[in-house]
């Protein structure tokens, strides 16, 4: 009998065929799985992926509607989001149903929109960046005077540094404010039809605070963190802020773990984080560590498969565990360290040719993923959201420095013409 087997069905909303490691990661524990899926041409995909799961394809964000698509609630044993924009809907769903572990819905709003994010922390006096939220362009001299340049535009309903800007006037606030209303990180992803979601008007005019950034990786359980990992960012700093890098353990900042875990610990108290997996981002500023935002969901970027090369935990299956109100499997069972780097480029090109240098066995057996998003004739961007990135190399070391050294190997072994 499989050590995982229940009779009960995890409820994925909203999972995303493109990053599906939640669902891959449920189907092979043999969870019985029913998806929530709003892309009628998604479904076929889906049931070619988990042949066995129930695939349903939802019309609308109505969690009414939802529960009527839903077998009856004795058969259902939890509820997790398959995506980002996703988390407070999954919690609402799980509210209603009260079935499995889950964070309440109020307390998810907070991790989903970053405007509700920064008023519960400043209400909490958790470190947070100066910041004022608006609605209107006619509201944005008011703002930066309260605020002053140079400072940081954002939207309230995204991820990814998907218009996230740096801005010195009003001119350009005004112009960062008109593409957050024009374009979003759905146009990546989805058709405009298939948009469920309306957006939000709110836009965040905030501090700009300069420092080192951090991730701190978290397993939340009934309230209490019982795992906790830090990340060491290397972004492309201004004006975008795109993620090209992540370090697990730091690289450079061991001195200082453990102060950036206690400070990670206030912010999910904060926030209300009682369950599961929480991603929150850090930095460190002149004034101490403030927060950047703070996520009840797995980290993206391949975080989560660095927590795995350097301490042997799944994330994605404890999570699944937890859910199901299920005992995670929280234990390191090794000491590695790890890192990604993301291929980007400065410029935009068009590609010619690209190719590695042949690995060595030593660098070789050091790397575990090297993938790249391009051809010969591709062009490629500059880089300003992560969807301009075009590969990754991951790499691990018995220490951050060998695994930062392999890493350094491959992009020096990496050309484009």
Not at 212 to 240: D, L, M, W
Not at 282 to 302: F, S
Request: with cysteine; net charge negative; glycine share 4%.
């Amino acid at each position: 009998m499989d050590k995982y087997t229940t009779s009960k069905y995890l409820v994925i909303v909203e999972p995303v065929k493109k990053v599906a490691e939640l669902v891959k990661t449920a189907y092979s524990m043999n969870i019985p799985l029913i998806l929530l899926v709003p892309f009628e041409n998604d479904v076929p995909i889906f049931e070619q992926m988990v042949p066995n799961a129930r695939v349903i394809n939802i019309k609308n964000d109505s969690i009414d509607e939802w529960i009527k698509l839903l077998p009856p609630v004795d058969k259902i044993g939890g509820v997790l989001a398959g995506n980002e924009i996703s988390v407070d809907r999954a919690a609402k769903l799980a509210e209603r149903l009260k079935k499995g572990r889950y964070t309440l819905y109020e307390d998810a709003i907070c991790c989903r929109y970053k405007d509700e994010m920064r008023k519960r922390l400043k209400s909490k006096n958790v470190a947070n960046p100066k910041f004022v939220i608006i609605k209107n362009k006619s509201e944005i001299e008011e703002a930066t005077k309260e605020i002053g340049f140079p400072c940081i535009v954002k939207p309230v309903d995204q991820s990814g540094s998907v218009n996230v800007t740096l801005v010195n006037s009003n001119d350009e606030v005004e112009a960062a404010f008109d593409r957050i209303k024009s374009v979003s990180i759905f146009d990546y992803v989805y058709k405009p039809e298939e948009i469920l979601i309306p957006r939000k008007e709110e836009v965040i005019i905030e501090e700009y605070m300069t420092g080192q950034e951090f991730s701190i990786e978290s397993f939340v359980r009934n309230g209490e963190v019982i795992f906790s990992s830090v990340t060491e960012k290397k972004t492309t700093h201004a004006p975008y802020f795109i993620e090209i890098g992540h370090h697990n353990p730091t690289l450079n900042y061991s001195n200082i773990e453990n102060e950036i875990k206690e400070f990670g610990k206030t912010v999910l108290d904060a926030l209300g984080i009682r369950e599961g997996v929480a991603h929150c981002e850090v930095i460190l500023t002149k004034d101490g560590l403030k927060v950047i935002e703070c996520a009840n969901r797995c980290g993206g970027d391949n975080i989560m498969n660095l927590i795995k090369n350097s301490y042997g935990i799944d994330f994605y299956k404890s999570l699944i565990l937890n859910s199901l109100d299920m005992d995670p499997e929280i234990e390191i069972t090794q000491n590695n360290s790890s890192a990604i780097r993301f291929f980007y480029s400065n410029n935009d090109k068009k590609v010619n040719d690209i190719y590695f240098e042949e690995f060595n066995d030593s660098l070789a057996e050091n790397v575990v993923e090297c993938n790249l998003f391009i051809k010969k004739g591709d062009k490629i961007n500059a880089v300003k959201n992560l969807f301009d990135r075009f590969g990754y190399v991951i790499c691990k070391g018995k220490t951050p420095t060998e695994a930062n050294e392999r890493i350094e190997e491959v992009l020096n072994k990496m050309h484009i013409e």
